[in-house]
């Protein structure tokens, strides 16, 4: 008989584990990714959408023996900004990240930068008022504590 029965189990080339979007500052985000079982994997690529249906490519990182990738994106403020990954196979193949959504609902009502600061830090977004601002280390130890006043 010339009929055969063929069971093709191709190995998938990763296994995704997750994507998240976050905000960096007013307009840039963080694109992260963890996979395990990577085989074959010649590169990741962020891309993004604005409607959620039509992607662009925004940054591609070459694969390693990370579980964990990133990549630091534009992203609009009052926009809605969908995100995938791509990954392509080293023959090319491709397969994709669910798609995340990162919007801002609202400008943040105090922004401090740089952080980690050492000798200046720079508060925006503060509304005319008096304030008593106080500064902590990562241990929640008060750092130095002044009362402020914005016209």
Not at 41 to 58: A, H, P, R
Not at 113 to 140: T, V
């Amino acid at each position: 008989s010339n009929f055969f029965i063929e069971n093709n189990n191709g190995t998938l080339p990763l296994t995704w584990l997750g994507v998240q979007a976050q905000w960096i500052n007013g307009s840039e985000a963080k694109v992260s990714w963890q996979v395990v079982q990577q085989k074959n994997v010649k590169d990741y690529t962020v891309q993004y959408s604005g409607d959620g249906s039509i992607f662009t490519n925004l940054c591609t990182v070459s694969s390693s023996p990370a579980t964990s990738y990133n990549c630091i994106v534009q992203a609009g403020k009052n926009t809605k900004n969908y995100y995938r990954v791509m990954q392509q196979d080293i023959d090319g193949k491709t397969t994709y990240s669910k798609i995340v959504l990162l919007q801002s609902s609202a400008k943040p009502l105090l922004v401090a930068y740089p952080n980690p600061a050492e000798n200046k830090l720079y508060l925006d977004g503060l509304p005319p008022g008096y304030y008593s601002i106080e500064i902590a280390d990562a241990n929640g130890n008060t750092i130095k504590k002044k009362n402020v006043q914005r016209d």
